[in-house]
């Protein structure tokens, strides 16, 4: 019998495809079609990144309403938000989408942070009605993105994907198959998430990509993906949200943070720093001067003074040149100023430019 896992081994490899760690597909062939289909679309990706953990049990809304950063008790069935976990430093733990189905809390956190948030979420199961379960087993998440995406939703059986909030969800019927389709700009153009049985996903995802059938959706690797959140100025779960970095300083506050919940861990700092406003560094996003990439961990420099790091950078194709995001000093934080980035290859030029929402587009 054919598993997921090694199905889709194969068809990358049948593409020409490159895989990293984890299943994770990095591109089936040149990046810069799959870039393109991202805008187009539709664009379909195997989000071999993505975790899924159920929360069950009578207090399980009070209980992660008390653990994150965002509203959860108040959420109805269909509702769903992106927040964070922090600890009582109102430091970043890890990111999480929350799910709210009608029977349970469906949460979508990055692999890198899963035994983590299972930890954490464990050691704060203490007399509540709270039960944990891993269904990464059970679900498989494919993403969809670019300007067709609504054209599949409405296929699908979502003719309201364009009206959904984010996180918000809505269960479809994909190719005979129940699925759970969950709004999620997540490469910074109009899309979404398809959560899918793991015994069904070779037949839902040989029906997508058919390039005879009615959807047409092109394989899309994450090289592609990480070019346009970049471009976007979307932090990544393990890269711009680790626990070096506090919400606000993510540039998600508005998305991720609510300031009328109420007491949760964390919520004495993170509410301070609303009130004073003043942050030490911000995520910005950076324009290179050149054609040279900077590495992860590369310092920032400016006025003669390291200022930040960079924490992501990738070759533009809607810029002509290298781009990168980092965290820098609130002071070197402003459109337009000029910084000094520092290589193994020589320094480099680079320029703040407008500081990204991290917000996802709205379709």
Known sequence: MTTWASYMQQFAADKGGTCGDGGIVLRYGDVAPEYAALATGPAIVHRADRAIVEVSGADRATWLHNLTTNVVKTLGPGDGNYSFATNVQGRILFDLNVIVRPDVLR???????????????????????????????????????????????????????????????????????????????????????????????????????????????????????????????????????TSEYLPAETMQFDRAVSFQKGCYLGQEIIERMRTRDKLARRLVQLDIVGESIPNPGSAIVHDGANVGTITSAAQSLATG???????????????????????????????????????????
Not at 182 to 209: C, Y
Not at 334 to 351: E, F, N, R
């Open 107 to 241: 949460l979508d956190i990055d692999r890198c942070f899963f035994k983590d948030a299972i930890a954490h979420f464990d050691k704060y199961i203490i007399m509540e009605d709270v039960a944990l379960c891993d269904r990464s087993g059970e679900l498989v998440v494919f993403g969809i993105s670019g300007d067709r995406a609504s054209d599949v939703a409405t296929a699908l059986g979502a003719s309201q994907m364009t009206a959904m909030a984010d996180i918000n969800s809505v269960e479809v019927d994909a190719c005979g198959v129940t699925c759970l389709l969950v709004r999620n700009n997540f490469a910074g153009q109009p899309g979404f998430d398809l959560h899918v049985p793991t015994e069904s996903a070779i037949d839902v995802w040989t029906k997508m990509v058919d390039p005879d059938g009615s959807f047409r959706a092109k394989p899309t690797g994450t090289d592609a993906v990480q070019l346009r959140r970049i471009e976007a100025g979307i932090p990544w779960s393990g890269v711009e949200i």
């Open 321 to 363: 040149h290298p781009i990168a995001l980092g965290y820098v000093k609130t002071a070197a934080s402003d459109p337009g100023t000029s910084v000094t980035i520092k290589t193994d290859g020589g320094d480099l030029t680079a320029s703040v430019a407008v500081p990204p929402s991290g917000v996802p587009v709205k379709a």
